[in-house]
């Protein structure tokens, strides 16, 4: 009896790693920007991640930051989820001339009330700002769309483009005067986007 019944939790223990394992993105290649000039003892860089997610080229938008103050205590950084309000990015052609949007992409965002993320002295930490940025829309539309109402018009053939933002929280209106927050602002190196495409 008990070996039946190890082996039915093998079973399913096996068809729940196969199930995972069909629904996860392949992975790909990661690519770092340089990281930015310090701002108050802040630092960071975006991290774009490129992967097959079925039949279409993925990008995941990655931000890491970095507290290098020499002095003890922690970085407290106004935040909230999505950061949408907070990181503004810009896309931009090889020569650095800015790409401008045509559109404003609809929908709805729902986001957490604004909190304070600690960041304890020589630590770093890396969110997701976006887990999935390209949108494949009908009649081969491709959007970068990092946000919601962030957008631009793509083509898979397009020449090189490149992802730099700004990080810029803040303050809140009920902060304590005397509490030190940091708002920046904050400019983050551009790095290479990877292209969008659909596999055929």
Not at 49 to 78: A, K, Y
Request: aromatic residues 8%.
């Amino acid at each position: 009896m008990r070996t039946r019944t190890m082996a039915i939790a093998a079973c399913v223990l096996l068809a729940f790693v196969v199930t995972r394992a069909a629904q996860s993105p392949s992975p790909g290649g990661s690519s770092a920007g340089s990281w930015s000039q310090a701002v108050d003892g802040l630092r960071g860089r975006l991290i774009l991640t490129s992967f097959l997610d079925g039949s279409h080229q993925q990008v995941r938008i990655d931000l890491e930051i970095e507290n290098v103050r020499d002095t003890l205590g922690p970085i407290e950084i106004p935040w909230r989820e999505p950061p949408s309000s907070i990181v503004q990015f810009s896309l931009e052609d090889q020569s650095g001339a800015a790409v401008v949007s045509d559109i404003i992409p609809a929908g709805n965002e729902f986001s957490t009330p604004p909190y304070v993320l600690t960041l304890p002295m020589s630590s770093a930490t890396r969110m997701t700002l976006s887990r999935g940025a390209y949108e494949y829309a009908p009649k081969n539309a491709i959007l970068f769309r990092p946000f919601t109402f962030v957008g631009w018009r793509m083509t898979s053939a397009a020449a090189p483009l490149y992802l730099s933002a700004k990080l810029a929280p803040k303050r809140p209106d009920t902060a304590e005067e005397t509490r030190r927050l940091w708002v920046g602002p904050l400019v983050l190196p551009r790095v290479a986007l990877p292209p969008p495409g659909r596999k055929m």
